[in-house]
């Protein structure tokens, strides 16, 4: 069944009402027709309305609430990954999965060791990139929200941002062992929320690991290997999905 987004204020009581890109997605490429059951999310509320749509206009889609479910695709906590530009267009991929695997919010980091540097306009236009990547990913994958990929954010801005969460952790290869790894992952539970930083292809400059841990961010060590920047995060995010859905389901 095919999955959209609105905005809240697009939802009434009994109906609902598609705008934008969508229309002519459901017009012109899905072909759909009147009677065809569709399921919307806010964005916002968490919940997931069963439909079935009734008009299909040149600029609207109006669709008849049939019921609402609270969605069960959202993680338990709020996971923010705080990402170090990447080369090339590696960050599209980043985002897709982390958005896949639960992510709620994408930072990208303009770091020391970083390739890739942004002026305003191109900041712009790849922001409106990402965020479309993000929602084609949060309809795949049936998300009870969108996770906003914001502006590119310096390191120290990054760290200021996350301290806002109650669990923060930045991989780092000259970290303590797995035992400490598994010891922090293992303290966090349902309900908290949690800040992951991810450096690009370099890796973190120790000044940036030294700011890092004066504002309380936990390095950790992912193993004896050195993982590239695309699979790091997800490394990260697939041990924390699996972690709180545990902790849900136990």
């Excluded at 049939?66 to 980043?94: H, N, T, Y």
């Excluded at 120290?156 to 930045?170: C, H, N, P, R, S």
Aim: charged share 30%.
């Amino acid at each position: 069944m095919h999955h959209f987004f609105v905005e809240p204020e697009q939802i009434g009581q009994r109906d609902v009402r598609i705008m934008g890109g969508d229309v002519n997605h459901i017009r012109n490429v899905l072909r759909m027709q009147p009677g065809e059951q569709i399921t919307v999310s806010g964005g916002e509320d968490g919940k997931e309305y069963r439909c079935e749509i009734v008009q299909i206009e040149e600029a609207c889609v109006t669709a008849k609430i049939m019921w609402v479910e609270e969605s069960g695709a959202e993680l338990p906590s709020r996971i923010c990954l705080f990402q170090g530009l990447p080369k090339g267009d590696k960050m599209e991929l980043i985002i897709q999965k982390a958005v896949e695997l639960g992510a709620a919010q994408i930072v990208p980091m303009a770091t020391k060791r970083a390739v890739v540097r942004l002026d305003a306009k191109k900041e712009d236009a790849k922001r409106k990139r990402w965020n479309a990547i993000s929602e084609s990913a949060a309809k795949q994958s049936k998300r009870g929200i969108v996770p906003e990929v914001t502006r590119v954010m310096t390191f120290a801005e990054a760290v200021e941002y996350a301290g806002q969460f109650d669990k923060k952790l930045i991989p780092y290869e000259l970290a303590e062992g797995m035992e400490r790894t598994r010891e922090l992952i293992d303290g966090i539970v349902p309900g908290e929320s949690v800040a992951v930083f991810i450096g690009p292809e370099g890796g973190f400059d120790e000044q940036e690991i030294d700011l890092a841990r004066a504002a309380g961010i936990q390095p950790v060590t992912l193993g004896r290997r050195i993982l590239r920047t695309e699979t790091a995060g997800m490394t990260v995010l697939s041990v924390l999905m699996f972690q709180l859905e545990a902790g849900r389901l136990s």
